[in-house]
Every structure is written in C-alpha cells, then in structure tokens.
C-alpha cells in the first residue's frame, strides 16, 4: 500500500517568489493536514482540511493558504516567501473518528529553501 | 507558549538498556497523545499511542505512561537497540484555541550504543 506522498522533495524558491506544494493522502483517508518543521523544532500544525472544508489554522500568517480536491488530495500554498519560511513542510493524514483525530501519518516531507 | 515540552534534547543509552523519553504538557484539554520516531530525511512515523481514559498502554517493546494529574507521559523502550536512534516527538491532540490539532513538542534525540 502507497503511504502518503508529497512533490517536490526539494525546492529553491527566491525571497517573494509563490511556491505550491503537493500531497496524496493514503487510499481511504479523508483528512489531510499540513505541518511546518524548522531545524530543532517539532512540527508546527498549519492547516487540517477533511472532506475538502478547512477544519483548523494553525498561527500562520494569511500568505500560507490550502485546499483539499474531491480525491482528498492537497495543496499548500505559501504567498511572498520570506527567508524565514526555509522549512520542512510535512504532510499528514488520517482517518478522523468524529471531531477527533488519531494517528496521522506522515509523508516524507518537501523540503523548501528560500535564497 | 510551548503546550508540549520535551526537556531532554538528547540522551544516549547502551544497547540492551531501557530507554525512558519523557514529555509535559500544560492543556487539559488534551485527551489523546502519541509519540513519532523520526529519521534523517524521512517523515515521522507513528509508534504509539494513548488515550487520556488509560494510564499505560505497551507495543512490544515500547510502553507509554501516562499520569494525568502531573500532566506527563514517558516512552519507555527495553530493550533499547541500535535501530532505536533517531530523534522521538510526543505530540498531543485535543481542543487548543477552538480547533482539534496536533501540537508536538521539539523532539529528544536518542542514541543507543553497541
């Protein structure tokens, strides 16, 4: 079974530049969240999207945006990339029990550079 | 305002040892928690898990603890093993500012040595 998946593995962006990052959720999960990793830093959850409506915002300013297509797949969106945006975005997703989400499972990351 | 903490950064242990990670949390509001193992160049992968109802729960050589009152988990590992090191996120889930989400602390590097 294909775990999830997310394009680019790496990317170089300029500062001011658009990136969109891609992910496929495992066959069968509706839920799709997204994670910002900096160096020595835990994940930092920025978006949950189940069933194509957002359903939580992490603290993440208006230049990151999201959204979930009808076969659960996802985009993030990041606006006017700023040096502090260099990260390893991760995507995750999960079969939620109600309002309650269990385990995520996580893609292998894109890794995003910003010169 | 760090919700999660993992307060060892690092910890190292000999093969054949018990390995014990621990993480704090200050919400409450937390009813499910979970701890990932991360590799280099990889996305975390889950290991185990536990609900807010129970006090311990055991995965074949990985046991989580959970003592509500003191708002604490730990991840005990025994035997430790040399594919054991890689950095381990606690991460908690529960109502945080009108929203279900994850929050995860900043991780513990754990190296078991041969």
């Known amino acids: 079974d294909a775990g999830v998946t997310q394009s680019p593995t790496h990317l170089i962006k300029t500062r001011g530049q658009h990136v969109t990052l891609r992910c496929s959720p495992i066959s069968g999960h509706k839920s799709v969240s997204w994670y910002q990793q900096v160096l020595g830093q835990g994940p930092q959850f920025i978006f949950q999207y189940y069933e194509k409506e957002e359903r939580g915002r992490g603290n993440f300013p208006d230049r990151f945006s999201a959204r979930q297509f009808p076969n659960y797949s996802s985009e993030l969106n990041v606006n006017a990339l700023l040096l502090g945006d260099s990260a390893l975005y991760l995507c995750a997703s999960s079969l939620p029990l109600g309002q309650v989400d269990y385990e995520q499972y996580f893609g292998p990351g894109t890794r995003l550079t910003v010169t | 305002d760090q919700q999660v903490k993992q307060n060892s950064p690092s910890l190292s242990v000999q093969e054949g040892r018990i390995s014990i990670l621990n993480c704090d949390y200050t919400?409450?509001?937390?009813?499910?928690f979970l701890w990932y193992k991360k590799y280099p160049a990889e996305g975390p992968t889950f290991l185990i898990s536990?609900?807010?109802?129970?006090d311990k729960n055991e995965d074949g050589r990985f046991t989580v603890f959970l003592n509500k009152s003191a708002k604490h988990l730990s991840l005990h590992i025994v035997p430790s093993q040399p594919g054991d090191s890689a950095v381990y996120f606690c991460?908690?889930?529960?109502?945080?500012?009108?929203?279900?989400?994850?929050?995860f602390g900043t991780g513990t590097r754990l190296k078991v040595l041969a």
């Open positions: 536990i609900s807010s109802i129970k």
């Open positions: 991460a908690a889930n529960g109502l945080t500012s009108g929203t279900y989400k994850y929050i």
């Open positions: 919400n409450s509001m937390f009813d499910y």
